[in-house]
């Protein structure tokens, strides 16, 4: 089976989301393809435990609104549980929130297909996008299908087994103890202590953000790995007080609900943190289909799996008319910014892009008919 729309996007994370939302309140047609539970596994959106980075997105104000709504006196013990009640907003109650919202009031002009998309091609100036049976042709195609990080493993003694396996730390990564993104979650370490999990660059950066931000105790866990650090690194390491362990982590160990106390370390040490900041890298770029279509990779040298795709200021890859938002997008003219906000931002603009071109296409043939018919 095979349908056209105006537009069609592939993922169902914020940046999937931010454009769906954009396309329908502009009237547009849309295919969204949302991925499956394979799919989103990997969507970064889903591990954000609580925002709190962003202007607007907070718990405090839904709660203020419901106290502003319930102000009689009869309504003194609804109040008072409001006020003892700890309420957190998560990325998938941002998601299933704006996907209720789309199907609440534009049901009409778009499909949701809550499949993987596995396909793409071209036919003339249309796309083809397929989930492998159904197939959605666009001339306008937004990708938002995201990065996965690299996730440390820790050697931990199950039983009489050693069980080698990224698996001990979801517990912590679920509840935002495990850190990802400095940018939006470096803050919360600020009156605590931090391991910096990493052995490359980017930890040794990392490790000196934190400490410079915060003036806070900060350790550097290399997991088995060399540090391999030049002359400057080593007297500002020193002169921070960042110590760098490179035994191999066997434990991770926290309170109930996610809150990490300490890792333990092959000679036995104890390092007691309330946060590890991950700093490994990426281990997947989801760029594969839009690899098919012919778009350029940023990040030269790199292996090809791990590289972003190249955009411009209006998130559009070097296929004109296919846009790339969100994580796996980088523009030339500056760093990758991986936040919800930016997702958003890239997302909106692209619909912006997209809509433009389309209404200046319909304007130009009812110019031409008008001109046509007053010969
Ligand atoms: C632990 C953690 C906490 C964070 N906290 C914050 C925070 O507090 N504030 C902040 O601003 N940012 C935060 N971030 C960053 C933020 O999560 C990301 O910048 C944002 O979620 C990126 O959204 P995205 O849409 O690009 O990708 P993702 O959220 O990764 O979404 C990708 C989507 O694509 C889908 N998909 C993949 N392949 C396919 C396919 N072939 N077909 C169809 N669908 C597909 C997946 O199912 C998924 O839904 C955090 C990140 C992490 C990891």
Redesign the pocket.
């Known amino acids: 089976m095979s349908r056209s729309y105006d537009i069609i996007i ?9 454009a769906a939302l954009r396309a329908v309140q502009y009237n547009l047609n849309v295919c969204w ?4 539970k ?17 202007v607007g997105f907070h718990a405090g104000i839904v709660k203020g609104e419901l106290l502003k709504s319930f102000k009689s006196p009869d309504d003194d013990d609804f109040r008072k549980k409001i006020n003892e009640t700890h309420v957190h907003i998560s ?1 998938t109650a941002i ?1 299933n929130n704006t996907r209720e919202r789309i199907e609440s009031d534009y049901s009409d002009i778009i499909d949701i ?1 809550d ?4 396909s793409a091609g071209r036919e003339g100036e249309h796309f083809l996008i397929s ?1 492998g049976e159904f197939e959605a042709r666009s001339e306008y195609v937004i990708f ?6 690299k996730q440390p493993h820790v050697l931990k003694k199950q039983g009489e087994e050693i069980v080698d396996s990224t698996k001990w730390i979801y517990p912590f ?2 509840r ?1 103890t ?4 400095i ?3 470096g803050h919360l370490t600020r009156e605590d202590s931090v391991a910096v999990i990493g052995s490359g660059k980017t930890a040794e950066q990392l490790s000196f953000m934190l400490y410079e931000r915060y003036g806070i105790p900060v350790i550097i866990l290399t997991n088995g790995e060399e540090l391999d650090s030049d002359d400057d690194t080593k007297k500002l390491l020193s002169e921070y007080g960042i110590s760098v362990h490179t035994q191999r982590i066997t434990d991770a160990v926290g309170e109930k609900g996610g809150q990490l106390r300490k890792l333990v370390l092959a000679d036995g040490e104890e390092v007691e943190v309330k946060f590890a900041l991950v700093a490994l890298g990426l281990h997947k770029v ?1 760029n ?2 839009l690899i098919q279509l012919g778009a350029k990779l940023a990040d030269e040298g790199l292996s090809e799996e791990i590289r972003h795709v190249k955009v411009n200021k209006k998130s559009e890859t070097s296929v004109p008319n296919l846009f790339a ?5 980088k523009r030339d003219d500056e760093i990758v ?7 958003q931002e890239y ?1 909106v603009r692209s619909v912006d892009s997209i809509d433009y071109r389309i209404r200046s296409k319909k304007r130009k043939i009812i110019l031409e008919k008008i001109g046509d018919n007053s010969q």
């Not at 989103?40 to 709190?52: C, E, F, L, M, V």
């Not at 938002?325 to 997008?329: F, L």
């Open positions: 592939i993922g169902g994370g914020i940046g999937g989301s931010a393809f949302y991925g499956d394979q799919t989103s596994k990997a969507s970064r959106s889903r591990w954000i435990y609580n925002i709190d980075n962003m990325g998601l297909i499949k993987a998309a596995v989930d938002a299908t995201g990065v996965m990080d990564a679920n935002e495990f850190l990802y993104c940018r939006c979650e989801y594969d289909l938002v969100g994580d796996m997008a910014m991986k936040q919800i906000y930016t997702a997302a």
